[in-house]
């Protein structure tokens, strides 16, 4: 995605509805910020060279209209059936956010975008509807529906991903699955899914610019013979931390989550948002360990200047997930 102006001008008034929606005070002013970050991302995405964003900027635009739509419906039934208008903005939110069971669109939208805009979309996207669903988390009516969003994507996240080989639809079921933990956490405590969304931000970024300097947008990609083993290597151990397998960084968002449920014994979600990891860990190994046995006769560990000059690319990648838990570590001792 270059940087034109009219790119830059649509990037900040993106970022500009993101934060009317967070900061807003009434429902009216929310969903001014939510329309004018959907306007602001659909020029964005959109290509007149290719038919692939063309086609993801059409769904996306409907979807977010229809979530849209159901918003202002559930506004004229605020005072007649208050808890009902709960429930509708809630599911609304749901369906912008790509939650289960409202995902279908979520990995086809993905499948027909760059790095940089799936970045965007699995990231800044997310941050306006997240902050509302938490603001509606102490409802009579929403947690039930929150709870029940929760599990219906730690199952769909996991499964879904299984037999992917494109690396934006396993990010796209990754994050569907991340979400999972969010949405329980938004249950507990009104900051943690906060810490867990900036670490998730963080990881997700890290890998998707180190496939982005890569040019690798399917698993092949990563582990043809143009890449250096240093490069296969850390491609593998950056889907691993995404996963969320210790001791690497993705492991500290879910630590703080896990301990926050025992405390708060929800033993029964927690038991299904570990199960859920332990299948989206499955098939991030069963991918990686079938592609180092398949190019494993043909890969030399060189370490050339291009490896050296690829970590230089994504320095976010190789230090943010490879070295998770020395920080914590660290603040621990102290």
Not at 175 to 192: D, R
Not at 245 to 258: D, E, L, R
Request: charged share 5%.
């Amino acid at each position: 995605m270059s940087f034109s102006s009219h790119k830059i001008l649509f990037t900040l008034t993106l970022i500009l509805g993101t934060f009317l929606s967070i900061s807003s005070s009434s429902w009216f002013t929310a969903w001014i910020g939510l329309e004018l970050n959907l306007m602001s991302f659909i020029p964005l995405i959109s290509s007149k060279k290719n038919q692939l964003p063309t086609e993801a900027s059409l769904k996306y635009f409907l979807i977010q209209a229809l979530g849209s739509a159901i918003i202002i419906l559930s506004s004229t039934l605020t005072l007649l059936h208050p808890k009902l208008a709960l429930l509708m903005i809630s599911l609304a939110l749901l369906l912008k956010l790509g939650a289960a069971p409202f995902h279908s669109w979520f990995p086809q939208v993905m499948e027909g975008l760059n790095w940089a805009q799936a970045i965007i979309l699995m990231t800044i996207q997310k941050l306006a509807p997240m902050f509302l669903i938490s603001y509606l988390s102490t409802g009579l009516f929403t947690p039930t529906s929150i709870f029940l969003a929760a599990t219906s994507c730690a199952v769909v996240g996991a499964l879904g991903g299984i037999n992917q080989t494109s690396l934006r639809k396993i990010l796209s079921y990754s994050s569907i699955n991340h979400m999972s933990w969010m949405l329980i956490a938004m249950l507990i405590n009104e900051t943690s899914w906060m810490i867990y969304f900036f670490l998730y931000a963080l990881i997700t970024t890290s890998v998707a610019l180190y496939f982005l300097s890569l040019q690798s947008y399917f698993f092949t990609h990563l582990m043809n013979t143009n890449t250096t083993s240093l490069s296969k290597i850390i491609s593998i151990l950056s889907l691993y931390s995404l996963g969320g397998m210790p001791p690497f960084s993705g492991f500290i968002p879910k630590w703080i989550i896990i301990q926050e449920m025992i405390t708060a014994s929800f033993f029964f979600s927690l038991l299904i948002l570990l199960l859920s990891s332990l299948v989206t860990l499955y098939f991030y190994i069963r991918l990686t360990l079938a592609s180092i046995s398949i190019s494993y006769a043909q890969s030399k560990w060189n370490l050339t200047p291009s490896s050296f000059q690829t970590m230089t690319l994504s320095p976010m990648s190789s230090v943010m997930n490879l070295f998770g838990l020395f920080v914590p570590s660290v603040l621990l001792v102290i």
